[in-house]
């Protein structure tokens, strides 16, 4: 089993910042991709950032300049730095493990239970 926990969300000010995290554990084999989404009341889910097993970056174009993924790998740890927030990134933030466990041979995504962001003044 694979489990993330994600942290940090909270209530803030437009223009403010938050830093969620995402701790990885359990029988993690390799991680190819972690992943932040996030979900709006009435919206699909978005993709926001990835971090890829080469170090590559991507963002969606909606936090592009605004929103920073960082991995710890020591820790299996990745961050997501939010910077001057809108009331639009208000949402549910999940994170997303792409990689093998020790005990599946397949590739799987492994989802955390999820964090609130709500940006409000």
């Known amino acids: 089993q694979v489990q993330l926990v994600e942290s940090g969300g909270g209530l803030v000010q437009p223009g403010g910042s938050l830093r969620l995290s995402c701790a990885a554990s359990g029988n993690i084999f390799s991680i190819n991709t972690m992943v932040w989404y996030r979900q709006a009341p009435g919206k699909e889910r978005e993709l926001v950032a990835l971090?890829?097993?080469?170090?590559?970056?991507k963002y969606a174009d909606s936090v592009k300049g605004r929103f920073t993924i960082s991995r710890d790998s020591a820790k299996n740890t990745v961050h997501l730095q939010m910077n001057s927030l809108k009331p639009d990134d208000t949402a549910v933030y999940y994170c997303v493990l792409v990689g093998y466990s020790s005990t599946d041979s397949n590739l799987r995504n492994y989802w955390g239970q999820g964090t609130q962001v709500t940006v409000s003044s």
């Open positions: 971090f890829f097993s080469t170090s590559t970056t």
